[in-house]
Each structure stands twice: as C-alpha cells, then as structure tokens.
C-alpha cells in the first residue's frame, strides 16, 4: 500500500550525511524488525510490493470471474440432444444457429430496442437535472441534489420494481388519478395503441418502459453531470461573446463537450436493460426478453448451451459498445 | 453571457424528474397500512398497523434476512480486502496491463447481472460445486469490489504523496505508514465503500437466483411475493425493512465521503 519512496537504510538524511561520514561512522539506523526488512525489500524491487498487492484481487477476478465466463462460452459451443434432452459436450455451431430462430430472433430484437429506447429516454429525463445540478446548483441545493439522485440509486432495486406495480396494477394509483381528473379516455387511448398497449399498464410495454426508465435513469444523472461540470465557464462566456445565442452555445459548445458524460451514462442505462430479466416478469406482457430467455432455458427448460449462447449476446453488445464508448472518451467520464 | 439563474423550464423539468424518482418510493410505505390484502387498490379502503405485527411473526421471513445480512457481511468484508489492495496497486502510477485490470474491475457491474449469474452457475456446475451459502458470498464479492475499489482510488488520489514521504523521513518502515498515516487517511473511504457494498449486496436479487440454490435471501423471498402475492401488505413491511437496510448506510456513507474531502496532504 505504502509507497517507501525513503528506505530506511538510505533514507535522506543518511545521503546527507554519507559524504562526510568517515568510513567507520554508518548513517544507517539500525533495523527494528522484519518490517524494517520488507520496507527495504519493497523499496528496491517496487515490482514485487505491486505484485504483491495486484495478486489477490487479479486471482479473485481472473479465476472466478474471467474463470466463469469463460466456462459460459464453453459451454455455449455445445449442443442439446433433442431427444434425450441431455447436454452434448462436443463442439458445434448448432446452439448458435438456433438463436436465429424467428422466436429467437424476436426476442433479441425487442430486448436491444427495448434497451436503446431506455437509454434515449433516460437521457432526456437525465438531462435537466444533470445540467442544473452541475452549473446552477450551489452549495446546500448541490448537496441535496447529489443526495436526491444517490438514494434513488442506491436503494433497493425490488422495491423500486414492487413500487411501481401498485402505481401501475389494474386497480392502482394511476388508474384512480386517471378517474379523479377525468382522463381515463386519456389513459385507455393509450392502452389501445397496439403492440405496445395492453390490458392494463402493469401488462404492457409501456408499463415495461417506464419502469426500465425509473430504475436505470438515476445511473445517468451522475456521469452526465460530471461532464457538464468539467465544461469550463470561459469557454461559454466566449461563444457568447463571439454572438452564438444561448441555443447555439448548448448545441455547438455544451453538448459536445459533456458527450463522453452521456455516453459514459448510456453504458449503465443500456447494459442494465439488456439484461434485466425481473422487470419484464413483474410487468409487462408475457413476452419474453433476453436476460428471461437466459433464466428459463437454463431453468426449467434445462437448455444450458442455449442459455449460454444467449448471455453471449449482452455480452458481445456490451464489449462493441464499451469499445465505441472508449474511443469517443467516455471512461474518463465515469 | 448565459445568466446566472436558471430558467423557468429547466427548473421544472429537473425538479419533475427528481420526483418522478422519488414519489413512487412514497407508495410503499402507505400500502404498508392498507387493510386491503387481495389487491393494490388506491386509495387504501383503510388504514392500520396489525401488517407490521404479522410480518413480526411470519417464520419464512427470519432465515432469509438473517442469510441477507451474513452474506451482505462476508461479501463486504471481502470486498474491502480485494478492493483495496486493488486500489493500492493502481493508484502507484503506471504499469504494464494496468488498462485491462481496471477493465476487469468494472466489468462485473459493467455487464448485466444476468450474465454473472449464469457464468458463475455454469462454472460451479462444471467444478460440481454444491451450492451453498458460499457461492451466493462469492458472486456478491466478485461485484462489491469495484465499489470499495471506487471509494477507495478516489481518495488515493486526491491524497498527497508527500505525506507518505514524511512519514518514511521520519523513519517508519512501510508498515507503520500503513497503519498510522495510510489507514486514518483512507479510513473514511473504505467505510463508505463498504457501506455501499452491504447496500447493495443486501438487495442484490439477480446474480443470487443463479447462485443461491434452495436457500432464500431476502430479496429472493420477497421476489417470490411479486410473482405469487401471499399477504400483500406484510411484502410492503418487508419492502420498507429493506429500503431502511439500505439507504442507512448509502446516507452514512454520504457523510463520511462529504467529511472524508479534507484529506491530509489533499490541497497539494
């Protein structure tokens, strides 16, 4: 942890010292330990302190993690036998083939729109907060903000959901504002847009959305306001001082300047909706979703391979995105 | 020059979002006292407090919190040594690789919980590994590290190294640095970054269905109840016990990284 940039036996005041000192008067100060020792140690070879400090977590990581994902790619190039239904542990394509199945097919396609239009909307709801937290939010409003934003985002992840299916059931509360403010025309012309709409909003895309939105928008706020607070007040006061209106500074200055920020955001917003697979159970259509296919096929459908072959796709998605991310600057935004 | 005051528009849209993030937390809480139980009906026919008593005395909700908080426990303890280690080697500059474990770090929370859950189930069952208390621990360390790491870097770098140069000067061997000027230092760090891992290990619910076999945490069992109702009112106590778990320590944590901010060494 320590970096013993002085060691103990040629710390600064023995340099000091040493020219002067006659050859039988050492300046080294006696050792006190095996601690001492080590400090030496570690002050000559750097390397090994590194090594040393890297190796647990990099084992815990790159056995168990790396270790685990690498098992679920194995076994995605297995197969299942139709007929026995038991896994056959030789190495085909087949089990990826079959995600081109239409029904597969479908899933993938409404997951990854589903997380596209997640991040789209979480962004634009992000946005205003992030922006006036991060240039006019003083003092104690900064610190409520940042308040308001964490504890949404930390906090329990199931009651966040449980939340909104009593906002969103048949006989909940959205339904009973709908009544009180004689909107319900309102709220039915919704539910009768096809594909999207539904029984009721706990049973249709919509509710889906909206509860993808809520849960995943906080991780937006953060990163996209950490940009906006790094995009220097100077360089506005010169855009507005070279003539560009107000509209023009945000579209030409502030916005590209606090994109990695955005992007950064999105990669949370995106990957968590990938991936989700309790949402789209508590509510939504029955409809099935990437993060579903995965549990159940490895489940009850005892489908491993298949299910692997599936949690390749987040994967994959992720990596390309992470990617794109990186060069367009977005980690040093998070 | 832009004004200094915000306008109309954007100060409604930012406080509409802030409660469109917090109001729906509000619901749980008046359910919690509704004394209808077969369905979410709004409003509540009427209100009382005999759900707090029930959820008391129901024997399948105990085991599972209990094994909630010994995970959250173990997996934060965990997390905390790794993090930090791993903190303490990345913050001494630049070195070979050091990219891609930074990568490594992140990406148990960078990608979805659905695919560390399988890898890890593959994993156990490839190496016949029973499921037990210990896989759920091990796939909730494997994400509560990049929290404390997180915490733990932020502070590293803010604090100066000179401090850490006194302290050798004054003839400390790299142990006592650590535990008189490193730790007091970082202190504060870890303990918010711990807190948060016991937040969320606490609550995390989709890496453990894959990783948890017969046994139940806490949210797992109050999964079950979204799926099956049961009681509906005793699942809201359950929910406000969980969110009162949780925001304690992300509030406690707040103070301490607000507080943690005058760093000795940190205004170098």
């Not at chain 1, 899933?107 to 990854?112: E, G, W």
């Not at chain 1, 100077?234 to 500074?249: F, H, K, M, P, W």
Request: charged share 10%; glycine share 8%; aromatic share 10%.
């Amino acid at each position: 942890m320590v970096l013993p940039l002085v060691q103990r036996t040629i710390g600064p005041r023995n340099i000091g010292l040493a020219p002067a000192a006659s050859p039988g008067m050492t300046a080294t100060l006696p050792m006190r330990g095996p601690g001492d020792g080590l400090t030496g140690l570690f002050w000559r070879r750097p390397k090994l302190l590194l090594a040393l400090l890297i190796a647990p977590p990099l084992l815990w990581l790159g056995v168990i993690y790396l270790g685990a994902l690498i098992a679920l790619l194995w076994q995605s190039f297995y197969s299942i036998d139709e007929f026995s239904g038991l896994v056959v542990p030789e190495f085909t394509l087949k089990t990826y083939a079959e995600l081109l199945k239409p029904q597969n097919l479908d899933i993938i396609v409404r997951t990854v729109s589903m997380a596209a239009l997640v991040s789209v909307a979480s962004g634009l709801i992000a946005f205003p907060i992030a922006y006036f937290a991060a240039r006019y939010a003083k003092g104690r409003w900064k610190a409520a903000f940042y308040l308001g934003v964490m504890l949404p985002l930390w906090s329990s992840y199931l009651v966040k959901v449980y939340a909104w299916k009593l906002i969103l059931a048949k006989e909940g509360i959205l339904t009973w504002a709908a009544g009180a403010t004689h909107t319900t025309s309102l709220l039915d012309g919704l539910l009768a847009i096809p594909v999207i709409g539904g029984n009721s909003l706990s049973t249709s895309y919509i509710g889906t959305f909206i509860v993808f939105v809520y849960v995943w928008m906080p991780f937006m706020i953060l990163p996209m306001q950490a940009s906006l607070e790094r995009v220097p007040t100077s360089v506005l006061e010169a855009a507005a001082d070279l003539g560009a209106t107000r509209g023009q500074i945000f579209r030409t200055v502030t916005l590209p300047l606090a994109l990695p920020g955005i992007i950064a955001g999105s990669i949370f917003t995106f990957s968590l909706t990938l991936g989700d697979y309790i949402i789209p159970q508590i509510i939504g259509t029955s409809k099935s979703f990437i993060g579903m296919a995965v549990y159940q096929f490895q489940g009850t459908a005892g489908n491993v391979p298949l299910a692997a072959a599936f949690a390749m796709i987040p994967i994959l998605i992720m990596l390309l995105y992470l990617s794109i991310a990186r060069r367009m600057g977005a980690f040093d935004a998070i | 020059m832009q004004s200094d005051r915000a306008s109309f528009g954007l100060k409604a849209a930012a406080a509409a979002g802030l409660a469109f993030l917090h109001l729906p937390i509000v619901l749980i809480f008046l359910y919690a006292f509704t004394t209808e139980e077969k369905s979410y009906a709004f409003p509540p026919p009427g209100l009382t407090t005999k759900w707090f008593a029930v959820a008391w005395n129901r024997q399948d909700i105990w085991p599972p919190l209990f094994l909630s908080v010994q995970v959250a426990l173990i997996a934060t303890l965990l997390a905390l040594i790794l993090g930090t280690l791993a903190a303490g080697a990345l913050s001494k500059g630049r070195f070979f690789g050091q990219n891609q474990i930074a990568l490594l770090l992140i990406l148990p929370i960078a990608l979805p919980g659905v695919v560390t859950g399988i890898a890890l189930r593959s994993a156990f069952s490839i190496l016949d590994i029973p499921y037990s208390t210990w896989t759920i621990i091990l796939g909730h360390a494997t994400f509560c590290i990049v929290i404390v790491y997180n915490n733990a870097i932020a502070r590293m770098r803010r604090m100066s190294g000179a401090i850490l140069e006194a302290s050798a000067d004054l003839g400390a061997n790299a142990f006592q640095t650590f535990r008189h000027v490193l730790l007091p230092n970082l202190g504060t760090a870890l303990l918010a970054g711990g807190m948060l891992a016991f937040a969320l290990s606490f609550d995390e619910v989709i890496v453990t269905t894959f990783t948890a076999g017969q046994q139940a945490t806490l949210p797992i069992w109050m999964l079950e109840e979204l799926v099956r109702p049961h009681q509906r009112p005793v699942t809201n106590v359950v929910a406000i016990v969980v969110f009162v778990v949780t925001v304690i320590p992300i509030l406690l944590a707040y103070r301490l990284t607000m507080r943690g901010t005058e760093t000795a060494g940190g205004g170098k």
